[in-house]
């Protein structure tokens, strides 16, 4: 294990942060400054590239944060959405995330800035176009295409982030403050949502959001250009990583029927507004942001089995009591804890750096993504069909016996390499 600045062994997770910069790095340090004429100083010595890089963070994310609160409402209200149809537009907008190792390949000889600047110039169009949509034809497009600039983004932003925090010990705490400056703009959007609400109309808030993610790629053509691509990822199959792959595969679906059906939920069985749904997100990203450091020291605590059997455990109270407990305001507690728990899959990422060697761990863990998102486009189409034909109640009846093969698996993890070796 490494150091920390001040000279402390760091525990596995903060070790891992500083190479990977996930989520969880407990020593997030943005807004720890004891006054703010020091934070300004810390600000005014960061580079140029960063502080540009940053305000395109913030820009997107508060333009996605406005789209991510008002999406459900508009789907359910303007465009009537039923549930087969609601399938095949999360199935559509989920696509792209399989799709990126092929655009990766497509993209190698262009500059990451200009790419990055590209993908969110997509993203903005797509995302602008909503403002005309009247039919599920012309969302399913649209959604397409700034899926397609949002998941080229999402591996960029991080790439660049890596690249300018130049040398040292401290591309995990840039990284954990690159997704605090993200989930600022995020809270700040859905604020905004749940503070106006109805007064715009939903066409002129998706100009707004879009204009926001326009303005992020206005940003980013002022980066520096001479940047190189990092290696390309490749896929890497081994038995030993099974349960890592298998457990990321039944996440994705775990997670891809509460993120497509349960706001949907809501808002046509039980009418919830928009400022509602609104505050709901709210709650979840402050969550996650003061939630995740901890979910990390708890890890380094008591260990990814006890983690993840514990969180299934509930999750699948979770889903019971949301198929079986018709109020409406129970249902918000469920949606809030779905989120809570969410925090747990920290837990994958950790187990495969335990037990991967250096060199697999990044093809795995882009595999694991993979796999990912190979349930998210598949849950949505069943989950809608089964809304239509058996009530939604069925459809979160589906996703706790998904927790349920999730629960057996994660209690046979174990993290000893040897034991691993000769399964």
């Known amino acids: ?41 810390r600000l005014h010595a960061l580079k140029r590239d960063l502080k540009l890089l940053w305000t395109a963070v913030f820009c997107m994310m508060y333009g996605f944060g406005i789209y991510s609160a008002i999406f459900y409402n508009f789907a359910t209200e303007t465009l009537s959405i039923q549930p087969n149809q609601l399938g095949p537009v999360e199935a559509v907008r989920e696509f792209p995330g399989i799709l990126c190792f092929l655009l990766a390949a497509l993209t190698m000889r262009v500059a990451e800035p200009m790419l990055g600047s590209i993908m969110l110039f997509a993203m903005s169009g797509g995302m602008a176009a909503y403002a005309w949509v009247h039919g599920i034809p012309s969302l399913m497009a649209f959604s397409f295409v700034w899926s397609v600039g949002f998941h080229a983004w999402m591996p960029l932003q991080s790439s660049l982030v890596l690249r300018f925090s130049g040398e040292g010990n401290n591309k995990g705490k840039r990284l954990g403050q690159t997704m605090c400056v993200g989930s600022l703009g995020s809270v700040l ?40 691509h990092a290696d390309r990822p490749r896929f890497v199959w081994k038995r030993k990583y099974g349960l890592y792959y298998w457990l990321t595969l039944l996440e994705g679906g775990r997670k891809q029927v509460f993120m497509t059906f349960a706001v949907y939920a809501l808002t046509r069985e039980y009418h919830t507004s928009l400022k509602t749904v609104a505050l709901l997100m709210v709650i979840n990203n402050i969550v996650n942001m003061v939630g995740g450091p901890y979910v990390g020291r708890l890890i380094d605590r008591i260990g990814e089995r006890k983690i993840l059997m514990s969180s299934y455990s509930a999750l699948i109270l979770v889903f019971i009591g949301y198929a079986k407990i018709p109020n409406a305001h129970i249902l918000y507690v469920l949606y809030c804890l779905d989120n809570f728990f969410y925090l747990s899959t920290t837990c994958l990422t950790t187990y495969l750096q335990k037990i991967a060697e250096p060199e697999d761990l990044t093809p795995a863990l882009s595999t694991g993504v993979t796999a990912n998102h190979v349930m998210a486009v598949v849950v949505p189409l069943i989950g809608g069909q089964l809304w239509a034909s058996l009530g939604y109640q069925v459809t979160f009846l589906g996703g706790a016996v998904v927790v349920v093969v999730s629960l057996f698996l994660a209690s046979r993890l174990r993290t000893n390499k040897k034991v691993l070796d000769t399964v």
């Open 1 to 41: 294990m490494g150091k920390s600045l001040d000279g402390h062994e760091l525990t596995p997770v903060q070790s891992f942060c500083n190479n990977h910069g996930p989520a969880t790095d407990p020593r997030v340090p943005v807004f720890k400054e004891s006054s703010v004429p020091q934070l300004l100083d």
């Open 189 to 228: 959007g859905m604020l905004t949502v749940r503070l106006i609400g109805n007064t715009i109309i939903y066409p002129h808030w998706f100009l707004f959001g879009s204009g926001m993610i326009f303005l992020a790629a206005v940003v980013m053509l002022g980066l520096r250009r001479e940047i190189n």
